[in-house]
């Protein structure tokens, strides 16, 4: 019986599928990455050392000094050493297993496992010593880390949405336009109405700090201050000051798009200057820990 389907057309759609399958994994996140792999290694891990906590005695108790302390101190060390090659990693250009994407992904589940191996390697035994420090900063470190991934999972798309394919410079490049045209509409008004208008003309749009960058008010803003100036004054012609209200209108939209572009941005950078300097105080505390606990023993 005769195929009701020509070969040529089975061919294509194959092709298609192929085609759509490879593209699906271009556009896989480094969460998702390779169907959820390094989610299911950290979290066999994780099973392993709570069961293996479980059902090895250990005399008195369990402790970091024990040997199953030892052993779990000294994966989660070796496991920390490796998490702070990401950044070695970055500049390096390779595909595949050992690609961007997977190395992030391992990054980050195997460095949510650092909760398990580094709380249990201490056997819930926590004091004001250096070894807890190490333990506290681990787990800032972790915290810090949850931040990003939610950060580079979330805030990238409403960076798209909010630039609307425009970079940068082509906001400030509309901002001064409204500018220049500003700057001729208000030749009309009176010098108290015009007064205003120049001070908003002087705003730096990058003014106002590292508060107002990550909240994204600016209450000091010289546009929106012209903004309620002239809409309650009366001493200029009313067609010119309609006008230049217009214009510092659509500046103001500008303005706001721009500060929300920067908000997005602050949000996504930030947190690395915190993660890189912690992840630092964390070497230096758990080396601090490791010489300890080798000239006591």
């Known amino acids: 019986m005769a195929s009701l389907f020509p070969k040529r057309l089975l061919g294509r759609r194959s092709k ?4 759509e399958r490879v593209r699906e994994r271009r556009h896989e996140g480094f969460l998702r990455y390779a169907n959820f792999r390094w989610a299911k290694i950290s ?27 030892y052993t779990l101190g000294t994966i989660g060390a070796g496991l920390i050493l490796w998490l702070t090659a990401l950044g070695y990693r970055k500049r390096k250009m390779t595909s595949d297993y050992w690609s961007l994407k997977a ?6 589940y195997l460095g949510l496992s ?28 972790i915290l810090s880390g949850l931040y990003g991934v939610v950060v580079y999972s979330t805030l990238p798309a409403a960076l798209s949405n909010n630039r609307d394919e425009m970079t940068q410079m082509q906001m400030l490049e509309a901002i001064r336009a409204f500018d220049r045209q500003l700057h001729s509409a208000a030749q009309p008004l009176t010098p ?16 106002g700090g590292i508060g ?16 309620r100036t002239l809409g309650m004054s009366r001493s200029s012609d009313a067609e010119a000051r309609d006008k230049v209200i217009g214009l510092l209108s659509q500046k103001e939209a500008a303005l706001a798009r721009l500060r929300q572009h920067l908000k997005i941005r602050a949000l996504l950078e930030i947190w690395l200057y915190v993660h890189v300097p912690l992840t630092f105080a964390l070497i230096a ?5 490791i010489i300890s606990v080798f000239f006591y023993w």
């Open 285 to 289: 505390a758990l080396s601090a820990h």
């Open 16 to 19: 298609a599928t192929q085609t």
């Open 43 to 69: 979290g066999g891990l994780c099973l392993l050392i709570i069961v293996s906590y479980a059902l090895v005695d250990v005399t008195p108790r369990h402790n970091g000094g024990s040997w199953y302390g």
């Open 192 to 207: 108290e109405d015009t007064a205003p208008v120049l001070a908003a003309l002087d705003e730096d749009p990058f003014a």
């Open 114 to 141: 650092l909760i398990v191996i580094g709380t249990w390697h201490t056997g819930f035994q926590l004091g004001w010593n250096v070894h807890t420090l190490a333990w506290a900063l681990m787990m800032l470190v």
């Open 103 to 108: 190395w992030t992904s391992a990054h980050v």
């Open 212 to 227: 107002a960058r990550l909240s994204g008010r600016y209450p000091r803003c010289a546009t929106a201050a012209a903004l």
